[in-house]
Each structure stands twice: as C-alpha cells, then as structure tokens.
C-alpha cells in the first residue's frame, strides 16, 4: 500500500470531473452522491495512484449467475462498490437509482448471490466480481470510483447514505 501524499488536495482531485456530472441525466440522489465526492476529506483517504489511470474492465456475474460487465471504456459511470454484510452499505443498496451507475460486490464465491439479488434494486446493474475489486485496489466498502472516458477521474470512499449530502 503507497504511504498517502499529504500535499494532495482531494477537493481539487473530485471538483471538475464531479462538477461535470450535472449535465448527464443520472438520477439526482446519484449526481448529490457524486458531489458529495467532490467535498473535502481528509489526506490520504483518496487514492492518488488510480486517478488518472485507465479504468480496468469489469467482468462478472449478476446476482442470478448470468455474465455481467460494465463498460468504461465510452461516457461516464459511478462505480459504487458494496457488499450485502457491511452496514453502512445497507442504505445505499436500499437508495440506489437507475443511471450511469454499477454496484460492484465481491465474487459469488465470497458474496451470496441470493442475499446480493434480495438487495438489488430494479433496473441497477450489479457486477460480482473480486476481479474487480483487485482491479481497482478497493479494500473496503462502500467505496465510489468515477470513471469517465475509460479513465478514472476519482476514487475514494462513499457517503455511507444516499441522504448524506442533506447533513
């Protein structure tokens, strides 16, 4: 794991790719989580290394055993990684709005599908897949990477609620 930068500024890292979201049409819990992406955090919580890097290609099954991907390669997508067991994952399965979106959980050899498909609300993507979870070194959930143009334009962790930003 890379020692964090301190002279990193993460609000700077998040304000033009995140400011740009208000022109696709998402949902607007989904452009509020987005933003709330943009807010400060602390240094070292948002992974500099990714940013700026290509956008791995996510590969797997979706909750009922089918082959599922994520393209990330054209436009934009919020990458919302999650699992069924963690808490504060709860209220963003429960909140979550169709779009340019994908809720990622671990591989069905680690993660229930059947828990996994009780949770996924209708017309969201969901992807199991540790691959991708490798892929973009996410270690903890709930954690967001935004991905713009086959590039990741943020990484860091996710409001642990969709109603977050009304805080």
Same mark, same amino acid.
């Not at 696709?24 to 955090?41: D, F, S, T």
């Not at 994952?89 to 709005?97: D, I, K, M, P, S």
């Not at 993660?111 to 903890?140: D, F, H």
């Given at each position: 794991?890379? +020692?964090?930068? #301190?002279?990193?500024? #993460?609000?700077? =890292? &998040? +304000?033009?790719?995140?400011?740009? &979201?208000?022109?696709? @049409?998402?949902?607007?819990?989904?452009?509020?989580?987005? %933003?709330? +992406?943009?807010?400060?955090?602390?240094?070292? !919580?948002?992974?500099?290394? @990714?940013?700026? =890097? /290509?956008?791995?290609?996510?590969?797997?099954?979706?909750? *009922?055993?089918?082959?599922?991907?994520?393209?990330?390669?054209?436009?934009?997508?919020?990458? $919302? &990684?999650?699992? !069924? !067991?963690?808490? #504060?994952?709860? %209220? =963003?399965?429960?909140?979550?709005?169709?779009?340019?979106?994908?809720?990622?959980?671990?591989? /069905?050899?680690?993660?229930? @599908?059947? @828990?996994?498909?009780?949770?996924?609300?209708?017309?969201?993507?969901?992807?199991?897949? !540790?691959? +991708?979870? %490798?892929?973009?070194?996410?270690?903890?959930?709930? *954690? =967001?990477?935004? $991905?713009?143009?086959?590039?990741?334009?943020?990484?860091? /962790?996710? #409001?642990?609620?969709?109603?977050?930003?009304?805080?």
């Amino acid at each position: 794991m890379h +020692a964090p930068d #301190p002279s990193v500024d #993460p609000e700077a =890292l &998040f +304000a033009g790719p995140v400011a740009t &979201f208000h022109a696709v @049409r998402i949902g607007q819990r989904l452009r509020e989580v987005l %933003n709330r +992406a943009g807010a400060p955090v602390a240094a070292g !919580s948002i992974r500099r290394a @990714r940013t700026g =890097l /290509p956008a791995p290609a996510i590969a797997g099954v979706d909750p *009922w055993g089918r082959p599922a991907t994520v393209s990330t390669e054209h436009g934009r997508v919020g990458l $919302v &990684f999650l699992t !069924s !067991s963690c808490a #504060p994952c709860q %209220n =963003l399965w429960g909140e979550a709005v169709a779009g340019q979106v994908a809720l990622v959980t671990p591989s /069905p050899s680690t993660e229930s @599908r059947r @828990r996994v498909g009780q949770l996924a609300p209708p017309g969201v993507k969901v992807v199991m897949s !540790s691959e +991708a979870w %490798n892929a973009y070194g996410v270690t903890r959930a709930p *954690w =967001l990477v935004i $991905v713009d143009g086959g590039i990741v334009v943020g990484d860091g /962790p996710a #409001p642990r609620t969709w109603d977050a930003i009304d805080a």
